[in-house]
Nanobody, 126 residues
Framework: QAQLVESGGGLVQPGGSLRLSCAASGSTLDVYAVGWFRQAPGKEREVISCISSSDGRTSYADSVKGRFTISRDNAKNTLYLQMNSLKPEDTAVYYC???????????????????WGQGTQVTVSS
């Protein structure tokens, strides 16, 4: 069972930036795709970005494209999400996830296979 621990969330003003980190156990970052999803009250779960473990290809949801950047450090088993130009609608609990699928039109959680951590709260408010 993979261990995933998110950190870096907090309260930030609109237009500000945060960098989220995800520490992963074992070879988690070397299997399929890894990425991030978010969950806000009253909204559907949204997979926002992932990166392929095989070729480094990345994908982003339209809602964050151009503002967020996903990256990884395999030597440290760590995944990052750089979040710039934050908006109030970005407020959510953010989770890093392992064993996602990266397909032609985006990233997908895989029922019974994908795993994630406890999440970290991001609040964007003035």
């Amino acid at each position: 069972q993979a261990q995933l621990v998110e950190s870096g969330g907090g309260l930030v003003q609109p237009g500000g930036s945060l960098r989220l980190s995800c520490a992963a156990s074992g070879s988690t970052l070397d299997v399929y795709a890894v990425g991030w999803f978010r969950q806000a009250p009253g909204k559907e779960r949204e997979v926002i970005s992932c990166i392929s473990s095989s070729d480094g290809r990345t994908s982003y949801a339209d809602s964050v494209k151009g503002r967020f950047t996903i990256s990884r450090d395999n030597a440290k088993n760590t995944l990052y999400l750089q979040m710039n130009s934050l908006k109030p609608e970005d407020t959510a609990v953010y989770y890093c996830a392992a064993d996602l699928a990266l397909r032609r039109y985006g990233c997908y959680l895989l029922p019974g296979k994908s795993s994630w951590g406890q999440g970290t709260q991001v609040t964007v408010s003035s």
